[in-house]
Nanobody
Framework: QVQLVESGGGLVQTGGSLRLSCAASGRTISTCAMGWFRQAPGKDREFVASISWGVGNTAYADSVKGRITISRDNAKNTVYLNMNSLKPEDTAVYFC???????????????????WGQGTQVTVSS
């Protein structure tokens, strides 16, 4: 079992930055693919970014490419989401997800992840 706790959300103006953290406990995430997803009111949960273990291959949704970076620190059992140039359409609850995976592989599918955090609210004002 993996417990995931997100932090770092908040209210920020358009163009601002935030850094989300996802702290894992219960087992190491060093052999887990990690993902960030978001869900806006009335919308489905959508993929934001993912990172594999090992080589740290990353993938991003087109809507966030160039503005958001995912990274991991296995020594701290933590994954990060650095968000810059934030837009009102980035407003959502952001969720961290984890799943044991093959080397170098991650997924953009919610169904691929076994463990989820409770989410952290990000609000971008215009």
């Amino acid at each position: 079992q993996v417990q995931l706790v997100e932090s770092g959300g908040g209210l920020v103006q358009t163009g601002g930055s935030l850094r989300l953290s996802c702290a894992a406990s219960g087992r190491t995430i060093s052999t887990c693919a990690m993902g960030w997803f978001r869900q806006a009111p009335g919308k489905d949960r959508e993929f934001v970014a993912s990172i594999s273990w090992g080589v740290g291959n990353t993938a991003y949704a087109d809507s966030v490419k160039g503005r958001i970076t995912i990274s991991r620190d296995n020594a701290k059992n933590t994954v990060y989401l650095n968000m810059n140039s934030l837009k009102p359409e980035d407003t959502a609850v952001y969720f961290c997800a984890a799943t044991p995976s093959r080397y170098g592989v991650s997924s953009a599918l919610t169904s691929a992840y076994d463990y989820w955090g409770q989410g952290t609210q990000v609000t971008v004002s215009s």
